[in-house]
């Protein structure tokens, strides 16, 4: 089961990209459309922050979902090819290095983790893509995009949530 999930997120990144440039700017709201390969990608990343220990992880699995995201968000972004390897590579060190700080109180205020996270390192990802690619403005509707991203980020983790409960519901440890 566990080499079943790595060409099916493969083909999941591979239909989020397509459905992202073809589909989704018919969508947009002022300009701004969501970034389906980074919502799925920080999905991912922060699930398996909280199902592991903090040194005690594979790492091939971290490394497998930065490379394949990286290689859809390069393929259809203006910026230079290989820039979102390491801005995707500093997210992911951001949301293990908040994980690890924010593992004891995980029950309280979950979604408001989720969200404050997923806010800072999207804005981290713009901000680095942008600065490096000497491309620095504010944008204008950017407020609007983190809205969108978020909106979006909330229902899918919900719906990946209620996924995993029902994949793992039966592999607990009954005693009576």
């Known amino acids: 089961m566990r080499f079943v999930k790595y060409p ?42 909280l199902k592991r ?41 951001l949301v293990k290095t908040i994980m690890y700080f924010v593992r004891e109180q995980r029950d309280r205020y979950f979604i408001l983790y989720f969200i ?19 491309n620095f403005h504010f944008r204008k509707y950017l407020y609007i995009e983190l809205a969108y991203n978020v909106a979006l980020a909330c229902i899918w983790f919900y719906i990946y949530k209620i996924i995993d409960n029902l994949v793992h519901r039966g592999k607990q440890l009954r005693l009576f």
């Open 8 to 49: 099916l997120i493969a083909i999941l990144f591979f239909f989020l990209a397509l459905l992202q440039t073809s589909f989704l700017p018919h969508f947009s709201i002022m300009g701004a459309a969501p970034s389906l390969v980074f919502i799925f990608f920080f999905i991912l990343v922060f699930n398996e922050c």
């Open 116 to 134: 404050g996270i997923f806010s800072f390192c999207f804005l981290a990802n713009v901000a680095f893509l942008n600065l490096v690619s000497n």
């Open 53 to 93: 220990k903090f040194f005690n992880q594979e790492y091939y699995f971290a490394l497998f979902l930065v490379v394949l995201a990286c290689l859809f968000l390069d393929i259809f972004s203006p910026f230079y090819f290989g820039l979102s390897i390491i801005s995707l590579l500093g997210v992911y060190a």
